[in-house]
C-alpha cells in the first residue's frame, strides 16, 4: 500500500494506492499549507480540488482518464451543483466519470470536498 501527501499533524493522507491497482482520492478547496478554502465559492474551490487532484495523479503516474468513480459533498448542493457542473465539465470534457453529489455539514467554511477512485495499468 502506498500512501500520498501524508500528514502526520492531521493524521491522514490525501490518496492511497492499495492492491497496486486501484487509487483513491480526497481532495478540498483548502490549498496545502492554508487553514481555509480558496475565495470564491463552490466553483473555485472545485478548481482548486481539480489542481490538487492533478498532483496526486502524477505522483500515482497516471491522468484524470484513469479516473473511474466521484463523490462530492457540497455545503449547498441544490443551489451549488450547477456552478460546480461547469468546473467539472471542463476538467474531465468527454470523460464521463460516474459521479454521486451529496448535501452534507463541510468543516473549516468549505463548499466542496471530493473523493475520486481511478484504476491504475498493470
Not at 27 to 53: N, W, Y
Not at 86 to 108: C, E, I, N
Not at 113 to 118: G, S
Amino acid at each position: 500500500m502506498q500512501f500520498i501527501d501524508s500528514d502526520l499533524d492531521f493524521p491522514i493522507s490525501s490518496a492511497v494506492v492499495h492492491n497496486g491497482r486501484v487509487f483513491e482520492a480526497v481532495v478540498t478547496g483548502i490549498p496545502d499549507g492554508h487553514s481555509k478554502p480558496v475565495a470564491g465559492g463552490a466553483a473555485a474551490e472545485m478548481t482548486e480540488c481539480f489542481r490538487q487532484l492533478d498532483i496526486l495523479l502524477a505522483t500515482a503516474r497516471v491522468d484524470r482518464n484513469s479516473i473511474c468513480t466521484a463523490r462530492l459533498y457540497l455545503a449547498d448542493v441544490l443551489n451549488e451543483i450547477a456552478e460546480v457542473n461547469q468546473v467539472w465539465k471542463q476538467y474531465f470534457g468527454s470523460h464521463p466519470v460516474v459521479r454521486r453529489a451529496y448535501g452534507v455539514q463541510l468543516q473549516a467554511g468549505m463548499r466542496v470536498e471530493a473523493a475520486f477512485t481511478a484504476e491504475l495499468p498493470e
